[in-house]
C-alpha cells in the first residue's frame, strides 16, 4: 500500500518526506524532481521567503544507482531560513489561520507552535512526494498539469498581476482559483464500492487538505445546478480504434467514483492568505485583551504556487489507485498487470 508521511516546521533544520510502497525499479531522476520543488516558489504575487530559501531535494534512502528499491524512501529539503529557536513567542493569532484552534486544541499559548507546523513551508514535502509519483505516472503516459485561471475575479493576465499588485500596495492578499488537469489516466480507477474508495472522494480530500482550498469541483462543477440532465450528461461512444469515448467532458472525467478515461477535470478555489500588513482585530490568548493579529512573512498570492502542490497531491492519489488496481512490487509488473488489463478494453 502506498502511503507517505510528511515532518518539519518552517523555521526548522529541514523539511522531511518518507514514502512508502513505491515499487522497486523506477527511475529517479533528481534533476526533473527538482524542478517540481523549484516551480512552486514561482508565482506573482510570492513573498521574500522564496529569496532566501533554493529548495533542493536530497535522498537519503530507497534509492540505488537511480532506481527505487521498493523500500522507503526518504526525501530531504534543506530549510536556509532555519531559527525556529530564535523566534520570539506570540499570542495573537491570526483570523483565518490554524492559530487559534491549534493553540485550544493542544494547549499552547504560543502561536508558534502551531504556525511552524501549519506553515504552507510543508507542502515542498508533499511536492517531492509528488515529483516521485509523476516519474511513475509518466511510465504510463499520465501528465498532470496546472494553470492559474483566476485572481481575485480577474481572468486576463495583465489584469490579474495588477490586482496583485494592488493588494500588495495596500499589505493585503489575494486570493482565486486554479485548474488541475490530469491527461492519459485509464478507466476503472477507483471504486463505486465503497466510499472511501470513490476516487473523486480521494482527490477531493487531498486537494482540500492544501492550506487556504475553500471548494474543489469536478467538471462542470457547481455548473451542474443549473442545467437539464439531458444537457450536461456526456453520452457514450464506440469505435474499433477508439473503443468507448465520449465527444464531451462535462463530468471531469470521474463518474460513479471512477476514472472515465477522459482527462480528469477539477477546478480549486484558494481563499487569500490569512496573514495581513494590516491585521484584524484578535485576542490575546493569554491575557484575553484585544490585540491586532500577528503579522509574519507572507506571500500576496500563491495561486499558482498551489497548482503546483495540487498537481503533486491528485499525482500521488492516482499512483494510490493504479497500485491499487494493478498492484506489483516491481514498476515492471505493474506494467505487465496494467497492460493485460488495457487489453480488456
Do not use: W
Not at 537511480?66 to 493569532?93: C, H, M, Q
Not at 492516482?318 to 497492460?339: H, P
Amino acid at each position: 500500500m502506498l502511503r507517505y508521511l510528511t515532518a518539519g516546521e518552517s523555521h526548522g533544520r529541514c523539511m522531511l518526506a518518507i514514502l512508502e510502497g513505491m515499487p522497486a525499479g523506477l527511475k529517479v531522476d533528481l534533476k526533473i524532481m527538482n524542478i517540481e520543488v523549484r516551480r512552486r516558489q514561482l508565482g506573482y504575487g510570492r513573498g521574500d521567503r522564496m529569496k532566501i530559501e533554493a529548495d533542493t531535494i536530497e535522498v537519503l534512502s530507497g534509492v540505488k544507482n537511480g532506481l527505487t528499491l521498493g523500500s522507503p524512501i526518504t526525501l530531504y529539503v534543506k530549510n536556509n531560513d532555519f531559527r525556529i529557536d530564535e523566534l520570539i513567542p506570540l499570542a495573537n493569532p491570526r483570523p483565518g489561520h490554524a492559530d487559534l484552534a491549534g493553540c485550544l486544541k493542544y494547549g499552547h499559548t504560543d502561536i508558534r507552535n502551531v504556525l511552524e507546523r501549519a506553515s504552507a513551508r510543508e507542502t515542498v514535502s508533499r511536492v517531492a512526494i509528488g515529483s516521485v509519483c509523476k516519474l511513475f505516472l509518466k511510465e504510463f503516459g499520465v501528465m498532470v498539469t496546472s494553470e492559474c485561471l483566476m485572481i481575485g475575479g480577474e481572468k486576463n493576465k495583465e489584469k490579474m498581476e495588477k490586482k496583485i499588485d494592488y493588494a500588495r500596495k495596500n499589505l493585503d492578499t489575494v486570493g482565486g482559483a486554479f485548474s488541475v488537469v490530469a491527461e492519459g489516466v485509464c478507466p476503472g480507477l477507483g471504486s463505486y464500492a465503497a466510499s472511501d474508495r470513490r476516487l473523486n472522494g480521494r482527490l477531493a480530500g487531498a486537494l482540500s487538505s492544501i492550506p487556504a482550498i475553500k471548494a474543489i469541483e469536478f467538471g462542470l462543477g457547481t455548473g451542474f445546478a443549473y442545467e437539464l440532465g439531458s444537457r450536461v450528461h456526456d453520452a457514450i461512444f464506440y469505435s474499433k480504434e477508439k473503443g468507448f469515448f465520449r465527444k464531451t467532458n462535462r463530468c471531469g472525467g470521474i463518474e460513479g467514483g471512477m476514472s472515465t478515461g477522459e482527462p480528469i477535470e477539477i477546478r480549486c478555489t484558494m481563499k487569500p492568505i490569512s496573514t495581513l500588513g494590516k491585521p484584524l482585530d484578535s485576542v490575546d490568548i493569554i491575557t484575553k485583551k484585544p490585540v491586532k493579529a500577528a503579522v509574519e512573512r507572507y506571500d500576496t498570492c500563491a495561486v499558482a504556487a498551489a497548482g503546483v502542490v495540487a498537481e503533486s497531491v491528485v499525482a500521488y492519489e492516482l499512483v494510490f489507485a493504479m497500485l491499487e488496481k494493478f498492484g506489483g512490487d516491481s514498476i515492471n509488473e505493474v506494467k505487465r498487470n496494467y497492460k493485460a488489463y488495457k487489453r480488456t478494453l
